[in-house]
């Protein structure tokens, strides 16, 4: 008998009539010999009605009390879950974070998982067969409620299958899997049938927004096999799993892009001991993720100095830095929002001479110009002028064979 962990999304029981349909679902899966331990998320929209409805009484809530607001959204999906198993004729039981045991730390809003006691779980799971978690919540140690961040439902389902060492993971979404690029832009994307949790994570935090960025990296940790797949149909999506041989033998596997980052460049940079901290230290400070930085080699004691942060704090950034600059003697600083991050990912890389040469060719076929580059074991980006994002996926995608036969060109 397996146990299997299924996680349904927010359009997955975005009606009655939906959750109806994941209860068969789940229902069919048990009469098939498995234990199913459902985790759901809160109705579609549902978490960012509640939030909306708080941001009416204050702008900044009580992060407590907005914790246990929040909560309530799971706490609706899984009492109509199990309502509509047992209706059903089936056994359920549904359970919310702090009934589950799932025990945070107690950052109100972004909570981590420290440990699940599992044992009421188990219980609940070899009386009923099915059991419907709460995802997304927890309780910290003087038993206060907690949310894991938003999208935290993922991360809620991983945990689970982690610590009752569940056969599989699914995660069930509107999609069909991890696609090779995104198939509203380019038609031939086609669905990958497995991926290593690497690239899932340079997937996942280049903005393709199937899988919670930490959900994966609690599967890669404890070696959680995961498949992402549609509840809208039957087919299978993708496997998430630890790296094999076989993928290897793919050069690329797919291509992201990012159009939510900034760019900011500081010219006339004196080139000396203390000036990247000088520079840096303030925007780290103000808690900005710097993603890429490109810093040349000096002429005559200058250098430029350019890097991106997330368009969200690119003002922000500014302000910091021409803080500082005036400081340092730099008088220039200029700033581009109107930028976009493409990328090709692939463990394959590690082992295949001339990928980047190839983008850089097919960028150039195309007449689009790269202003920033940055290159890992498993991936490449070039950071390009933005309204070309769409052309330079497509040109990529086609480049590295990744189409799909069957669909349109
Ligand atoms: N309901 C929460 C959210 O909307 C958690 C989740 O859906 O995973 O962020
Ligand atoms: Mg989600």
Known sequence: MALIVQKYGGTSVGSIERIKKVAERVIESSNRGNKVLVVLSAMAGQTDALIEQSKEITESPDPRELDVLMATGEQVSVSLFSMAVKSMGHDCC???????????????????????????????????????????????????????GRGGS????????????????????DVEGVF????????????????SYDEMLEFASLGAKVLDIRSVEFAKKFNVPLHVRSSFTENEGTMVVSETKEMEKVMVSGVVFDKNEARVTMAHVPDRPGIAFKIFEPVFRAGI???????NTSVEGFTDLTFTVPIADFQRTIALVQGVAKDIGVDTVV????????????????????????????????????????????????????????LAVRALHEAFGLGDEKAEA
């Not at 978690?133 to 894991?148: P, S, Y």
């Not at 945990?159 to 995660?171: F, Q």
Request: aromatic share 4%.
């Open 154 to 173: 993922d991360t809620t389902a991983v945990a689970l299958a982690a610590a009752l060492k569940a056969d599989m993971c699914e995660i069930y979404t």
């Open 180 to 195: 090779s690029t995104d198939p509203n832009i380019c038609s031939r994307a086609k669905k990958i049938d497995r991926i």
């Open 94 to 148: 549904s359970l919310l974070g702090f009934q589950a045991a799932i025990h945070t730390d107690h950052i109100y809003g972004k909570a981590r998982i420290r440990t699940i006691d599992s044992k009421r779980i188990l219980r609940e799971l070899d009386k009923n067969g099915v059991v419907a978690v709460a995802g997304f919540q927890g309780i910290d140690e003087k038993r206060n409620i907690t949310t894991l």
């Open 335 to 390: 700033g581009d929002e109107e930028i976009a991050k493409v990328s090709i990912i692939g463990v394959g890389m590690r082992n295949h001479a001339g990928i980047a040469s190839k983008m850089f060719e097919t960028l150039s076929k195309e007449n689009i110009n790269i202003s920033m580059i940055s290159t890992s074991e498993i991936k490449i980006s070039c950071v390009i002028e933005e309204k070309y994002t769409e």
């Open 289 to 295: 993720v710097v993603d890429m930085i490109v810093q």
